[in-house]
């Protein structure tokens, strides 16, 4: 059986954190009949990106030397991981590693003195905790007796230059996995690469955005056509609700693909949202892991599981959103009014979540609100628009939800005396939407949680 095994940041945190990787990816060797060699995608070390992201805003503000005091730190942080996870190739190791870091700290000072950071520079340092956790994984792996090869990932995954949330170019990027990495699976060595990051046609750096070494993970898995692919985190798989929010949740033995795209959209952070897409291309199953409890069944998602009858699979929310009320008593039932009004959210590159309709007016939900004042000016053309912050948006997801009609009055019973902005359930009746108050939602989630689960 081949697999892609994706090891998220608390996954490699620590030496013993990496320790434990190399275990899980030996039991898997070991249990594949023709041993071959899995695809490793790894993130950067717990809090590293954030940190990065910090050091990118320091430039951008001027403040070089807290930039490059946070460098030092960093740096100091991912030599003494690389020293105790390797032996005969350390010293290779930390040379590479202080490399990269000399590397970004004239970066980051050249920013710094600028004062401008683009998008193509801050992915340039955001790239960094991938180029050099992923160094330090493989060389554990080669020194702990398991044949790896480190490929840097830039070299494979081709993006699109919308940087900070790059787009794949599947075909490019399939035909490079193909010479590039399964060379070194049918040689028997693991692969090891960084996730999230990748690079344009003409190798200028790019990320997918935060979260996306999952999304890399499936990309990979489906160029190369794998069996499943693996993503090993720091809870027991896909949980009913966010355990931030709610205390307890259970563990989802299985969803569809279907159901998996609905919750990571909608907030189930364990989950990158484009990750079910390359699974869904190639229906390859996708199961979500505990590092640390390597024996755990996990989740499983394939293309048709179903639910036990009666049942909704999980709830997830999205908080920060921004309600935009569209009202025109003259023009709303006029033909061309929506595309009118959609056109508008087009030009300024923002997506919908939820939509509701009535006689005369819409409402609309956006989750990136950075150009909501040109949106709204531009509504104003032709119609009255008006918008609320701090809304929330929790989805109540589940196959059943087709088949069951009374589940629908159940959800919206237990909110009962929360007050609901918008409701809406789509066509596919896979999920219902709520639209209510930031400072609601925990208190809804709850309620959700007691009634279903
Ligand atoms: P990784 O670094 O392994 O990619 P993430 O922090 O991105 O891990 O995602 C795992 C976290 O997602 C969990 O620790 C949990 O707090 C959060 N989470 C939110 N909603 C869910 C959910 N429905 N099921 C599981 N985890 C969730
Ligand atoms: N390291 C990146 C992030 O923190 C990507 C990932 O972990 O998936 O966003
Ligand atoms: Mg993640």
């Known amino acids: 059986m081949s697999v892609v095994m994706k090891f998220g940041g608390t996954s490699v945190a620590d030496p013993d954190a990496i320790n434990r990787l190399i275990g899980i990816v030996r039991g898997q060797q070991a249990k594949s009949a023709n041993r071959s060699a899995p695809v490793v995608v790894v993130s950067a070390l717990a809090g590293v990106t954030d940190t990065l992201v910090a050091v990118a805003q ?101 993006t699109d230059a919308e940087h900070n949330a790059a787009a794949p170019d599947m075909i490019e990027t399939c035909e490079r996995a193909r010479a590039r990495v399964a060379p070194e699976l049918a040689a028997g060595n693991v692969a090891v690469l960084g996730g999230f990051i990748g690079a344009t046609a003409h190798g ?40 931030r929010i709610v205390p307890q949740p259970r563990v989802v033995p299985q969803l569809s693909f279907a159901e998996a795209s609905e919750l990571a959209y909608f907030g189930a952070k364990v989950l990158h949202p484009s990750t079910i897409l390359p699974a869904v291309t190639k229906n390859i199953p996708v199961r979500i892991l505990n590092s640390r409890k390597p024996e755990n069944a996990g989740t499983r998602i394939t293309a048709d599981a179903m639910p036990d009858a009666g ?65 709204l000016d531009n509504l104003h053309n032709f119609a009255e628009a008006s918008c609320e912050r701090e809304m929330a948006i929790i989805c109540a997801v589940g196959e059943n939800l087709r088949a069951d009609p009374t589940l629908f009055g159940k959800a919206v019973t237990s909110l009962d005396r929360i007050p609901l902005r918008l409701v809406s359930q789509a066509a596919s009746r896979r999920n219902i939407t709520f639209v209510l108050r930031n400072s609601d939602v925990p208190h809804a989630m709850m309620r959700l949680h007691e009634t279903f689960f």
């Open 58 to 158: 320091m430039a951008e503000d001027g403040e070089g030397a807290r930039a490059a005091t946070e460098l030092e730190a960093l740096q100091e942080r991912h030599l003494t991981v690389a020293a105790a996870v390797t032996s005969a190739s350390r010293a290779k190791l930390l040379a590479d590693v202080r490399c990269e870091f000399q590397e970004l700290t004239g970066l980051v000072h050249a920013l710094a003195v600028l004062r401008e950071v683009s998008p193509r520079s801050r992915d340039a340092v955001h790239a960094v905790g991938e180029v050099v956790s992923s160094r330090i994984v493989a060389a554990a792996f080669a020194d702990q007796g398991v044949p790896s090869a480190w490929i840097d990932a830039r070299t494979v995954l081709v």
């Open 204 to 243: 200028v750096t790019s990320t997918l955005g935060r979260g996306g070494s999952d999304y890399s993970a499936a990309i990979f898995g489906a160029c190369l056509d794998v069996d499943e692919i693996q993503i090993w985190t720091d809870v027991d798989g896909m949980l009913t609700a966010d355990p």
């Open 311 to 375: 049942r909704l699979t999980a709830i997830a929310c999205k908080r920060d959103v921004t309600v935009i009320d569209i009202t025109s008593t003259r023009m709303l039932m006029a033909h061309g009014f929506l595309r009118r009004l959609f056109e508008v959210f087009e030009r300024f590159k923002t997506a919908v979540d939820v939509v509701t309709t009535s006689e005369v007016s819409v409402s609309v939900t956006v989750d990136d609100t950075r150009r909501l004042e040109a949106i």
